[in-house]
């Protein structure tokens, strides 16, 4: 009897440890939800969102996005209109995002290292910014998650095509760095027939399901092109050395500016305690959480040299599978190493999570909005550059102003970047 309910203790304990790490996940996100105002790509998302779908992907079109966040956050907004209403949508997808790296970890590595990764991510600061960001990063995290995990159900022989072929689409249709995680499983597939790991039958099967998922995203992959091409991010610079480290603070340590030799140790730290917990596990495992969350920043460093397409909001995506190899790491090491490291991850994050409740860095649109509503008299007009701005400013103006903006005639559903130069001669549009 003793044993029974020593058993049944352990199992409650199981259960309510993740749920607790979930409900301190989910208050972490929303709190502070409405402290600062919608930024300009936030009031962009819920404007477009607000047409008619055909027009919503219109829009996309013409901007540098997939439509699938665009169409989801238009139902969303059949229900409200608040700028918590709009965010709590991001809330919801980050804390999806959260509980579904545990069955991940838990299937290949076991229910400690799952807890640890759970912990982890409930508390990245990252992850929490952009849970409470009306934009499209944290719902790619959470599909990207879900599409390895499914990913990794293929590979162990188990029926799941069906789910990791929409999930992956799902992916494509939501951020086009998706295609990053399309090259790192493809990776991991070639790696593992080479290996002689996989079936000539599983890979078949594997090459039917990405002839279907192409298929399907033909349809957009013209489009993608087309953006490449037009609505290139020329305010990138390309990506130095110091900008891939800062990316790196603030995914594995959750803070940005901190000593490169802090970022650098805890890398070291973090490879040395995944080769010593891996002996414990098939290097295959290991692997693909390497692939995950490292050959998409390899890439597209390289890439951002000849091409703008670095941003460290994109790379949301392998925050999961950092998080995994940081709780592998905390196994594997020897106790004092894992203190040191441990203390350091924490003492780092509670910092950016300080930082992040406590200081204001969104630009105020609201506050903008309250003074130029009090400042405003009949003869003025408003001007913004970009004139996309006027987007948000508008949510939180008391009444309508006449204004203009650069480029002329910016239009959401048609785009228009680009413009004519301004100069002291040029109309005003009213």
Known sequence: MGTCDTAKSGTH?????????????????????????????????IVLA?????????????????????????????LGRSDFHVRYLSVLFGFLGVAAC????????????????????AISPMHIWYSQEARMYVLLSLLVTLSVYFFVCVLEGRQTWLQYGLLMLMCLYTHNYAVFILLVQNALVLLALAKR??????????????????????????????????????????????????TLDWLLLGASGVQPTSVVWFLIVLLLGVVASSQRHRLEQVTVMLVWGFLPLIVSFLLSQF???FQPKQFLMVLPALAIL???????LAPVPRLLFTSMLLAYNVAGLSSMYMSHTKHDWRGVAIRISGQYRDGDVLYSNPAAGMLTLNRYLT??????????????????????????DAPVRL
């Open 50 to 78: 607000d047409h008619s779908i055909p027009d919503v992907v219109r829009g996309t079109i013409a901007d540098q996005h997939p439509p699938l966040y665009y169409v989801l956050l238009h139902f969303w907004q059949e």
């Open 197 to 246: 790991l996989v079936s000539a039958r599983l890979f078949g099967l594997w090459l039917v399901c990405q002839a279907l998922i192409a298929a399907l995203y033909a349809v957009w992959l013209p489009i993608v092109l087309y953006q490449s091409r037009e609505h290139q991010m020329t305010w990138l610079a390309s990506p130095s050395i110091s900008v891939l480290r800062g």
């Open 102 to 121: 545990f069955p991940l970890a838990q299937t290949l590595f076991g229910k400690n290292v799952a807890l640890v990764s759970l912990i982890v991510v």
């Open 307 to 309: 091409y703008p397409v």
């Open 399 to 424: 009444q309508q102003m006449p204004y203009d903006g650069y480029p002329p005639e910016y239009d959401i559903i048609r785009g228009g970047w680009a413009g004519e130069l301004v100069s002291p």
């Open 326 to 332: 940081t709780a592998l790491a905390m196994r594997g």
């Open 13 to 45: 304990l199981a259960c309510i440890v993740p749920a607790i790490v979930l409900l301190l996940a989910f208050a972490l996100r929303l709190g502070g939800l409405t402290s600062e105002s919608l930024w300009i790509d936030e009031g962009y998302s």
